[in-house]
T-cell receptor, first 115, second 114 residues
Framework: RKEVEQDPGPFNVPEGATVAFNCTYS??????FFWYRQDCRKEPKLLMS???SGNEDGRFTAQLNRASQYISLLIRDSKLSDSATYLC????????????????FGKGTKLSVKP | SAVISQKPSRDICQRGTSLTIQCQVD?????MFWYRQQPGQSLTLIAT?????????ESGFVIDKFPISRPNLTFSTLTVSNMSPEDSSIYLC???????????FGPGTRLTVT
C-alpha cells in the first residue's frame, strides 16, 4: 500500500460545482495532515491543515477520519482560480525512520474548473 | 509565513558538472528541508538541513551526491554533484518553524541536465 494515496483525477467540473477529493494514508502513527495546492510550474502552497475535529476555511472544508486513515477536502462553489493540483500530505512518524518534519506527499489530484 | 527565495530559478547544465542552489529565508527558522520533484511526480524529501551539523539524508540520497550546507538559521545550499540527465528535476527548499507547524516552500529551481 502506498504511503499516501489520492484520487488520480483529473476532475473537470463547471464553475459553481462542489467537488470532493479523497486521500488515504498507511501510517497510523501520523500526526499531522495537510492539503497543499500546486499550480502549474509553481511551488506547493499550503491550503489548510487538517484537524481531527474537521475544519473549514471559506469554501474549503477538510475532514480527518483517523480510524479509517482517510482525509478529505471539499470545495464548494468552485471558481476558475481553483484549477490546480491538490496534494494530500501526511507527516512520517520519526520513529519510523523519518526525520522530524518529514512530509509524505501524495501524487496529487488535478482539478480543472471550466466556465 | 516566511518569505523564501531560491537562486538560481532555473539552469541548464552539462553532464558531469555540479550546481549549487541557494535558499534564503527572511527570518530565522528552526528547520529547513530540501525536496526534489521529478517531472510528473510528487515531492520527495532529499534531506533535512541541520544548522551547524551534517544534514540528515533520506533513503536513496547520499552526501557525496547532494552535499548540503546550513551555516545559519536563514540560509542553506544544496549542491547537485556530477550531474546526469536523471537529475533533471525541480529542487525546492522548505522551512518549518516548529515541530508541529506547517512547511512553506521556496519557488524552486528548475534544473535541466543535458
Amino acid at each position: 500500500r502506498k504511503e499516501v494515496e489520492q484520487d488520480p483525477g483529473p476532475f473537470n467540473v463547471p464553475e459553481g460545482a462542489t467537488v470532493a477529493f479523497n486521500c488515504t494514508y498507511s501510517n497510523s502513527a501520523s500526526q499531522s495532515f495537510f492539503w497543499y495546492r500546486q499550480d502549474c510550474r509553481k511551488e506547493p502552497k499550503l491550503l489548510m491543515s487538517v484537524y481531527s475535529s474537521g475544519n473549514e476555511d471559506g469554501r474549503f472544508t477538510a475532514q480527518l477520519n483517523r480510524a479509517s486513515q482517510y482525509i478529505s477536502l471539499l470545495i464548494r462553489d468552485s471558481k476558475l482560480s481553483d484549477s490546480a493540483t491538490y496534494l494530500c500530505v501526511v507527516n512520517r512518524d520519526p520513529e519510523d525512520g523519518g526525520s522530524q518534519g518529514n512530509l509524505i506527499f501524495g501524487k496529487g489530484t488535478k482539478l480543472s474548473v471550466k466556465p | 509565513s516566511a518569505v523564501i527565495s531560491q537562486k538560481p530559478s532555473r539552469d541548464i547544465c552539462q553532464r558531469g558538472t555540479s550546481l549549487t542552489i541557494q535558499c534564503q529565508v527572511d527570518s530565522q527558522v528552526t528547520m529547513m528541508f530540501w525536496y526534489r520533484q521529478q517531472p510528473g511526480q510528487s515531492l520527495t524529501l532529499i534531506a533535512t538541513a541541520n544548522q551547524g551539523s551534517e544534514a540528515t539524508y533520506e533513503s536513496g540520497f547520499v552526501i557525496d551526491k547532494f552535499p548540503i550546507s546550513r551555516p545559519n538559521l536563514t540560509f542553506s545550499t544544496l549542491t547537485v554533484s556530477n550531474m546526469s540527465p536523471e537529475d533533471s528535476s525541480i529542487y525546492l527548499c522548505s522551512v518549518q518553524q516548529s515541530r508541529t507547524s506547517e512547511q512553506y516552500f521556496g519557488p524552486g529551481t528548475r534544473l535541466t541536465v543535458t
